[in-house]
């Protein structure tokens, strides 16, 4: 069974850091592109970041960019979203779901939804 696992979740103080993990099973990330998503409840979810099946491309959201780091083990099967500078706004579910080779911004086009991580931002 394809799944993804995600990890690293929880609370910090505006300004704070916590790196998320998106650890797949089943499968080898080698081949996908891995997005990061998230959600707040009542509000639809946001693509956060994206890096393609190599490594060699990676795009933001704008609310995130020069904060967040996206980056890649294959050799772990794990994909990481670094998450400096962390901001109340911040504050969501965290999914990671994978596409074929290179990144999209359509959600529909991404598949193995994990079970996501909860992150709040708050003092």
């Known amino acids: 069974q394809l799944q993804f696992v995600e990890s690293g979740g929880g609370l910090v103080q505006p300004g704070g850091s916590l790196r998320l993990s998106c650890a797949a099973s089943?499968?080898?990330?080698?081949?996908?592109?891995i997005g990061w998503f998230r959600q707040v409840p009542g509000k639809e979810r946001e693509g956060v970041s994206c890096?393609?099946?190599?490594?060699?491309?990676?795009n933001y959201v704008d609310s995130v960019k020069g904060r967040f780091t996206i980056s890649r083990d294959n050799a772990k099967n794990t994909v990481y979203l670094q998450m400096n500078s962390l901001k109340p706004e911040d504050t969501a579910v965290y999914y990671c779901?994978?596409?074929?080779?290179?990144?999209?911004?359509?959600?529909?086009?991404?598949?193995?939804w994990g079970q996501g991580t909860q992150v709040t931002v708050s003092s």
């Open positions: 779901a994978s596409r074929a080779a290179f990144c999209s911004g359509y959600q529909s086009e991404y598949d193995n």
């Open positions: 890096i393609n099946k190599n490594g060699g491309s990676t």
């Open positions: 089943g499968f080898t990330l080698d081949y996908y592109a």
